[in-house]
Structure formats: C-alpha cells, structure tokens
C-alpha cells in the first residue's frame, strides 16, 4: 500500500489576502489518491420505540473501516446510557470481551458547573457488557444524543478491533456531555453485527446511518 506523503518544497502558496494553501500534485510530493477517504453509504435505520437497532449485514472485508451516525436519539426512558456491542458469525449474544476506556466533558445549561472527568465506572476491562458510548441522556421532547462510532477492520482473523467514538447527549439535568470512548474487542474473529440501545427502555426516535470508508 502507498504511503501518502508531503513534499513542503512542491507546496504553491498563494497570496496571503487568500487564506488558502494550493497543493501542487504534479510534482512527486503529493500522492493525493491516498489521502482521506470516501464514505459509502450501507445502510439506514429509523427508531420508532425500538428496544435495538441492529446492524447484521454490510459488515464484511470490503472496508477497513465503518461508520456509526447517529442523530437525535431520543430516549423512552429518562436518564438512560445509549451503548452498543457487537457479535460474531450468526450468533446473537452481544457479549464479545473488551478493554475500554471512557472520558466527558460536562456544562450545565445555566453555567453554575463544568468538568472533564475520566470515568474509571464506565470502562471496562476484559468485559463483556454493552460499551456505554453517550450517557445519562434525558427523555424530555427536545432531548436527545448524536455522535460518530468507528470500528477498524471488524473481518480481521489476527487483529483485536478497535473502535472511538465520540458523542454528545442533553443530560436529564439539563447538562451537555461530550464523551469519548475508545478500546478494543478482544477477538480475533471476523466480527459481522453491532447493536445499539439504552440501557433501559426503547429508542423512541432517531436515525443510524452505516457507511464504508473507502
């Protein structure tokens, strides 16, 4: 696989007025083929008071990488954790080990608190739980969580898969949270379905978007 690679010598830079940087490709400094990616869209899936959404197909070897969009999901239950696990083959269990880790930001609505926590609670480590990825999310009508989930090349038979993902939720306090999730399952099987819930109650509403990074 080529490495994508900057020659700073080759860079054209226009005026300073323009407060732009125009990369030139022609010369060997930019391999612009290997840079980013594209997303492919594999599939969509609506909440309307669903106790999961489940993810059991699209997830293979084609892509290194898939993404987890979700917007404005919006709890049955107040004050509830949204999270997600995964499987393996056809099996339905949800409980593949994990190691993780878990850290938020919080600011309350009305400025009286705020603070960056590491939450030694809601990791885990060699667990077999659901990873809690957006927490204490409230039920009222305009409350809800978004956030991104990668997983790295689920159908790797000699790796462990790695996932981050990042979120935000309206607290039922009325508190915005950003968490930051991240680990690893400690599987080596090809991995092939992903479930996502509250910990208690349905999904009333919201939309998760699967894609493929190209």
Do not use: W
Not at 37 to 64: E, H, M, P, R
Not at 74 to 97: A, C, K, L, R
Not at 113 to 135: E, P, S
Request: with cysteine; net charge negative; hydrophobic share 30%.
């Amino acid at each position: 696989m080529a490495l994508s690679k900057v020659n700073f010598n080759s860079m054209n830079v226009t005026p300073a007025a323009s407060k732009a940087i125009k990369f030139n490709s022609s010369n060997n400094g930019l391999e612009t083929g290997d840079i980013g990616g594209n997303l492919v869209l594999l599939s969509t899936q609506t909440a309307s008071s669903s106790a999961t959404i489940d993810f059991t197909s699209d997830i293979d070897s084609t892509y290194k990488e898939y993404q987890f969009h979700f917007t404005d999901i919006h709890p049955e239950t107040d004050n509830v954790t949204f999270s997600f696990q995964v499987d393996t083959g056809t099996n339905t269990s949800y409980n593949i080990t994990c190691t993780s880790t878990l850290f938020r930001a919080g600011h309350n609505e009305d400025d009286s608190g705020a603070a960056l926590q590491y939450r030694a609670n809601d990791d885990q480590a060699q667990g077999t739980d659901f990873n809690r990825i957006c927490q204490t999310v409230g039920n009222d009508n305009d409350q809800s969580c978004t956030g991104i989930l990668h997983l790295f090349d689920p159908s790797s038979t000699t790796f462990v898969k790695h996932f981050i993902a990042t979120t935000n939720g309206c607290h039922e306090g009325d508190i915005t949270r950003e968490v930051f999730t991240a680990g690893y399952f400690n599987t080596t099987t090809a991995l092939t379905r992903v479930r996502f819930k509250f910990d208690s109650g349905d999904i009333d509403s919201g939309t998760i978007k699967m894609y493929g990074v190209s």
